[in-house]
């Protein structure tokens, strides 16, 4: 055996490109109730960017950031902690603890643990349900599927091509997520989740942070009070945050390639389009991600990725063939982990049930993104999932809405003494049903699931009034806002 890594064989009945959540998930759902063969081909950690570098180790750098907040809003613990700062040590050590200290032998595990083969190395599509995979020591080595190929090769952080940024080495998610060291000031570049979580954690660890939007506000795809909301804790915060405006250049004489999550060379000078400058010890980019298509073999099967995302139907196939699905990022439909999971569910039935001679049709085979939760963790954290109000009007939805201050509901203002969040429902007049919810405040984000399952199920409000919130829980803001739907239904 030569190439790479793995078992002595070339044929499988699925391959999957990418060992990824999304990948993870699409080879465990090929084979687990089906006998199918199944490998993963991988040359980086098993487990992909949300177990080392997203998901995991950015909450475990904000609960922190949340829990010193809400101790410091209650009287007893709030004399325990005064004047007192995060243990920037013992809070990058539980870090490491959450990403599995950047070893995947945890995963390696559940792949043996579900019949799951894995094969190290680079993969290519070479042909129709053929894979090339580059070894480490060079050598290429030929798989072939007997049913599909599955391509779960994932996004990675995108840097925009300002005069002097890419030489600069500026830190993306992977760095300000493993960092070693705290900047002193840091500038970050970017108005959505990946950029407010990221310099929420590093003002709490101690940097001076400012932060920079080419757009009019954050969190674009929000409602707009959970916007302002997000700006204005921010700023509470101690972070300068610059919306309307565009970076120019960025110049770092000193740069270096030191590794992730080091200053990466001396200090950098951020260049703004209305003249002003700001000196920083380093700057973050988060401004969005690419598609991992780049380099993958498409063209040797007629497949493009013009936007470098792949074009698939509801069942994760790619559009054009009848053996080549795509999941995660991949897919440009929902860039989070917990969509990439659903998808790759998705597509493996759809794969197991076309071997037994099936369509792949069925309950659980046709992807829906009408009902996408999302939290963003900041200090305090937001949630919404489904349409905003806007999108819903959009789309000619007959709507009305529900709006409520949570710290009026007794289980908020127990849980702290200056309790900030509010709460939005959105719904379809026509079907009495749910099309979208929003969150913001402290424990607002368990909140999301039942949201969710009420637009996924289309429960009609007349139902959601028989789910009693318990008390004295944040949860009961689900009655005040049915309370004010109904109020403003009884007004002539």
């Known amino acids: 055996m030569s190439g790479s890594e793995g078992p002595n064989r070339d044929r499988w009945d699925v391959i999957v490109v990418g060992g990824g959540q999304a990948g993870e998930t699409a080879a465990q759902y090929a084979s687990q109730f089906s006998g199918l063969s199944t490998v993963l081909v991988e040359e980086d950690l098993i487990g992909g960017e949300c177990e080392y570098w997203a998901c995991r180790p950015s909450k475990a750098l904000l609960l922190p950031v949340e829990a010193q907040s809400q101790g410091r809003d209650l009287p007893g613990v709030r004399e325990m902690i005064a004047g007192r700062s995060l243990d920037v040590p013992a809070v990058l050590r539980r870090r490491d603890d959450i990403a599995f200290h950047y070893g995947d032998s945890q995963e390696v595990d559940f792949l043996k643990a579900n019949g799951i083969d894995l094969v190290r190395g680079r993969g290519r599509l070479a042909g129709e349900r053929t894979v090339a995979v580059t070894g480490s020591d060079g050598d290429v080595r030929t798989l072939t599927a007997e049913h599909a190929v599955v391509l779960a090769t994932g996004s990675s952080a995108y840097v925009p091509p300002t005069d002097g940024l890419a030489d600069a080495f500026p830190w993306t998610s992977r ?16 108005g959505g989740a990946v950029a407010c979580e990221s310099v929420t954690w590093l003002r709490a660890l101690g ?34 945050v610059l919306l309307d405006t565009n970076v120019t250049r960025v110049k770092r004489p000193d740069a270096e390639n030191s590794g992730v999550g080091r200053l990466h060379g001396g200090p950098v000078t951020v260049t703004l389009d209305n003249g002003d400058q700001v000196e920083a010890d380093e700057l973050v980019v988060a401004v969005g991600r690419r598609g991992g298509t780049d380099d993958i073999g498409l063209e040797t099967v007629g497949v493009a990725a013009p936007h470098g995302y792949l074009d698939v139907d509801d069942q994760l196939t790619v559009v054009g063939t009848d053996w080549l699905y795509a999941t995660g990022d991949l897919t440009g439909r929902a ?21 037994a001679g099936g369509s792949g049709t069925g309950a659980l085979t046709t992807a829906e993104y009408d009902a996408v939760p999302q939290v963003v963790f900041l200090d305090p954290p937001m949630s919404q999932v489904g349409l905003t109000e806007a999108d819903a009007r959009s789309r000619g939805i007959d709507v009305e809405t529900a709006e409520f201050d949570i710290a009026a509901v007794s289980g908020a203002a127990i849980s702290r003494e200056h309790y900030d969040g509010r709460a939005k429902l959105i719904v379809n007049r026509a079907t009495d049903t749910l099309v979208g919810a929003t969150f913001a405040g402290s424990g607002t984000t368990e909140l999301l699931h039942s949201a969710t399952i009420a637009i996924v199920g289309q429960v009609p409000v007349s139902r959601l009034w028989h789910a009693v919130p318990s008390f004295p829980t944040v949860s009961e803001i689900w009655l005040k806002l049915l309370e004010t739907l109904r109020q403003r239904r009884r007004q002539p």
């Open 335 to 355: 860039l989070l982990t917990h969509m990439a999971k659903y998808q790759a569910r998705i597509a493996g039935d759809a794969i197991t049930a076309r071997a």
């Open 175 to 190: 760095d300000v997520t493993a960092l070693r060291e705290v900047p002193r000031w840091v500038v970050v570049i970017g």
């Open 207 to 240: 940097a001076e942070a400012t932060l920079v939007h080419r757009g009019p506000t954050l969190l674009k795809t929000m409602e707009p009070f959970a916007r302002d909301f997000a700006a204005r804790h921010l700023a509470e915060a101690g972070i300068t």
